[in-house]
């Protein structure tokens, strides 16, 4: 529970909106979900004025099938801290060494090829 008792961060995300609105006239997006991470990815859907909710069933590893699906489809430059250098160098290093770049994460070969684990 937060200090004005709200219990869920999705209204919250809509009274913020509301007051971003109100204030300036300007439109935002959210996300909502359990961990910084998901809600960063979230709130990068459904622009200019959109609120995307990722809930808790949906993000956790046995039940996340959701969650993985949607992390899944995102291109590579919408994860944070990937712009457009980081893209275009992606581009022009595979294109000097014959691995895959696939558009999901779980079949990314280079990360797969040089894990450290």
Known sequence: MNRQNIPYASTIARHIKTAIFQETKLTATAGVSINKFLAKMASGE??????TVILPEDAMPKAGARAIAFVEQLPIEKFHGIGDNTVQLSIFFFSLFPLCLCGSLKN?????SFSLN
Do not use: R
């Open 108 to 112: 990314l070969t280079l990360i797969k």
């Open 46 to 51: 459904n622009k200019p004025n959109g609120l």
